[in-house]
Nanobody, 124 residues
Framework: QLQFVESGGGLVQPGGSLRLSCPAS????????IGWFRQAPGQEHEGVSCISSSKNTYYSDSVKGRFTIFRDNEKNTVYLQMNSLNPEDTAVYYC??????????????????WGQGTQVTVSS
């Protein structure tokens, strides 16, 4: 599996935007499906958006139309552009990788190897 260092989180007002970055270390980045997950206080990790090696994407219903995932294979990095943020988006955001899953399968799957994550707080 790849290792990630998530960044780009912060405090933002409702309606605001953030772009999260997830550079990866490891080999064969291009071949992995990469996903963004989040964990709100007292809740389990939730798949937010995932992107396959062929750049097929999946979004959870809660973020569809507001978030965009994209990857730059030259930089071994996946990004999550988050617009129209609301307080329900407050969570720690993490990246994960999967060698064989489709984007949808990854986002509804369960993973347990998490990095430090990046905190996103949406509040006025």
């Amino acid at each position: 599996q790849l290792q990630f260092v998530e960044s780009g989180g912060g405090l933002v007002q409702p309606g605001g935007s953030l772009r999260l970055s997830c550079p990866a270390s490891g080999f064969l980045f291009d071949y992995y499906t990469i996903g963004w997950f989040r964990q709100a206080p007292g809740q389990e990790h939730e798949g937010v958006s995932c992107i396959s090696s062929s750049k097929n994407t999946y979004y959870s219903d809660s973020v569809k139309g507001r978030f965009t995932i994209f990857r730059d294979n030259e930089k071994n990095t996946v990004y999550l552009q988050m617009n129209s943020l609301n307080p329900e988006d407050t969570a720690v955001y993490y990246c994960a990788s999967d060698w064989s899953a489709t984007a949808q399968a990854m986002c509804v799957g369960r993973y347990d190897d998490w990095g430090q994550g990046t905190q996103v707080t949406v509040s006025s």
